[in-house]
DNA sequence: GTCGCCATTTGACATTTATCAATTGATGAA
DNA sequence: TTCATCAATTGATAAATGTCAAATGGCGAC
């Protein structure tokens, strides 16, 4: 593997606090794999043979049963994705596929189950991620238990219009997708755009102003404990 | 604080492999508090103080906004409860509140990040013990995004009897906590229980009799990587 | 440029779920 | 026992959300 791959999974909070030994052991199993659009990396249910790290393009969590199909997340670079699974040597509870043409890093889960036995930092580094990990997904049951799909599309905006610093953005998933993830169908989203108009929200395509954002918050009623995703 | 307690949670698999002196050390500024039932034990957005350990009762993690609530989860003897935000020193993202007297043990939050950063075993134990709580929202969520409100009642039906090992058993906490669990209202809860009667459902105040398991799974149809909590 | 494809939108309608109000039923106190 | 209380149920209705089919519109292949 390049040196500059090694660079960029160097620098992730994960595996910068490591000792260097533990690091090149880790990285020796390691190898660097491109994929083109919409494969399939993993399949829930299937034993957590690595830990993947997205270097670039994005890939999409998604989950199903009985025929449906929901996203749950997307992994954008430079993070891993499946360390719970990988860590507890448990099946995978998510599917995972590439959204675009992108660069993942695999490494063997053996590998990273036998170095956080030995290396402190690295397993403090495990814990806080995985404990940021359940409080994204904590914060987005509050969103589906105690928000209507509109709130849920208006927090959303709000959050993006936030992490763009402009009142301008464009959205960064087909709508298709954006629905699945909110909980809610295309057609049922088209309409709770539609139902945004009246607190200044246009919608052009994937473009997104938002007229009035205090508005918006007015309706939205944006709560750190459920929006901000970096705590 | 009394022997026995302390050897109570030294049997939880968090505390199980962890160094003599430093479960002492964390012991010394332990304390155990019995609470009267509907206590409010700890506030969503408070910082987390200390680490929760239910030995008798039941603590129901809860959670509001915008003037409505929500039930999350229900916790039983013995385990933790909040561990994420205590690692992370992060507010709390769930209220918990005592459902019935109970005797809760108090670890100083400021302790727990100490020792884990010194004993490889317990941050190897915090490590899995974290992997398995996010794994149980992931599971919530599939539940709550992936099915409809009577599939996830029969789904919970099907798993509360085969903790139960038999298909007759009782209802272990309140309907409308169920309901809200369930993430639906009390209204919906009961006419979802009338829609099991077509599977064979019987309900009788807290007394559910399932007449024929293999028909109310052939609707419900559960699955493990959703309804088994134990992985 | 034109065509065909596919995501999106729109409309009509069905289903699910929530809300509100009234009633029932169980439980404990006086 | 009788009453008061509160959870649970029921009925009527409203709101939210989903489904299906058809129309629209953007975009790349040719």
């Known amino acids: 593997m390049p040196e500059s791959h090694k660079e960029e999974i160097r620098g992730l909070r994960l595996f910068a606090e490591m000792d260097e030994k533990h690091f090149q052991a880790l990285m020796r199993g390691t190898y660097v794999q491109n994929f083109p659009p919409r494969i399939d990396l993993i399949h829930e249910e299937d034993a957590p043979d690595f830990l993947h790290i997205v270097l670039t393009g ?9 025929g449906r199909e929901s996203s749950m997340a997307t992994v954008r670079p430079i993070s891993t994705f499946i360390l719970a699974a990988t860590v507890n040597d448990l099946p995978y509870l998510m599917s995972a596929r590439t959204l675009e043409r992108s660069r993942i890093a695999l490494i063997p889960s053996s590998e990273v189950r036998e170095v956080f036995g030995k290396d402190v930092a690295f397993a403090q580094a495990i814990v806080s991620e995985l404990a940021q990990c359940y409080r994204s997904v904590v914060k987005n049951t509050k969103d589906l238990k105690l928000r209507t799909s509109l709130e ?4 959303y905006l709000i959050r993006q219009q936030t992490r763009a610093g402009t009142t301008e953005f464009e959205l960064t998933m087909e709508k298709r997708r954006l629905a699945s993830f909110l909980g809610m169908t295309p057609e049922n989203l088209s309409r709770a755009f ?12 994937n473009h997104i102003s938002v007229a009035d954002p205090d508005d918006l918050a007015k309706f939205a009623k944006p709560n750190p404990f459920i929006d901000d995703y970096s705590t």
Request: glycine share 8%.
């Open 152 to 155: 849920r599309l208006a927090n």
């Open 58 to 66: 994005s890939v999409d969590l998604y989950t199903s049963w009985n």
């Open 194 to 205: 539609k139902g945004l108009e009246a607190y200044g929200v246009k919608v052009s395509a």
